[in-house]
């Protein structure tokens, strides 16, 4: 099946540092989301990017298809960023059916 | 907020004991997912529904079943429960095909 491969699976950062965090996946996919799980378990959906770039505030996250990685940029980062990033790959068979592959996450801690 | 409802937050059981966690999806959306977190297995998809069917099978044990109903809210049910059930239970929905998922804040599950 398809893999999800995220790096670093572990960072820690001091409160204004930027960092980028990887996603890559074995195989072509028909939709790709960033997640950020926050301490409390809460799943947060940060962006639906099947490919391109997006930007929302200090976020901004790409998806080259073709090479089949993706990105997520964290600017100025805050200790409110603190948790778990996922990213989660869609394998769709048609027929509406289909469902999210996640990787093991990459856990950020943003330090005062 | 996603929208998406999932009742208890919160659940303590002893083992050998049933349960059942409910979903509501999003407003307009058709289908639903359930996923397990555990501490060792990262999210991992049990099953999809769509519009009260069927329609994908991930890692759901047979002690654990799910339906959907008319008005589209779910149901997954926990039998003979074990120590290793313990869990985040996440619910997503979406309007099916290849439109992204969006998650609830999940049920707390610990059995004793």
């Known amino acids: 099946g398809i893999q999800v491969e995220q790096s670093p699976p572990d960072l820690i950062l001091q409160e204004g540092a930027n960092s980028t965090l990887r996603c890559n996946f074995s195989d072509s996919v028909n939709n790709l989301q960033w997640f950020h799980q926050n301490p409390w378990g809460q799943l947060i959906n940060l962006f639906y990017?099947?490919?391109g770039t997006k930007q929302n505030g200090r976020l901004s996250a790409t998806t080259v298809a073709t090479e089949r990685y993706s990105l997520l940029y964290i600017s100025s980062s805050q200790t409110t960023d603190s948790g778990v990033y996922f990213c989660a790959v869609l394998l769709y068979y048609g027929g509406s059916q289909g469902n999210l592959i996640f990787g093991k996450g990459t856990k950020l801690s943003v330090k005062p | 907020d996603s929208g998406v409802t999932q009742t208890p937050k919160h659940l303590i059981t002893a083992t050998g004991q049933r349960v059942t966690l409910r979903c509501s999806p999003r407003s307009g959306d058709l289908s639903v997912y359930w996923y397990q977190q555990s501490l060792d297995q990262g999210l991992q998809f049990l099953i999809q529904?769509?519009?009260?069917?069927?329609?994908a099978k991930g890692n759901i044990l047979e002690r654990f079943s799910a339906q959907q109903f008319p008005d589209l809210h779910s149901e997954l049910n926990l039998s003979s429960l074990e120590l290793g059930d313990s869990a985040l239970y996440f619910c997503a929905s979406s309007l099916g095909g290849e439109s992204p998922l969006h998650f609830g804040n999940g049920t707390r599950l610990t059995v004793t």
């Open positions: 990017i099947p490919s």
């Open positions: 529904y769509y519009n009260g069917e069927e329609r």
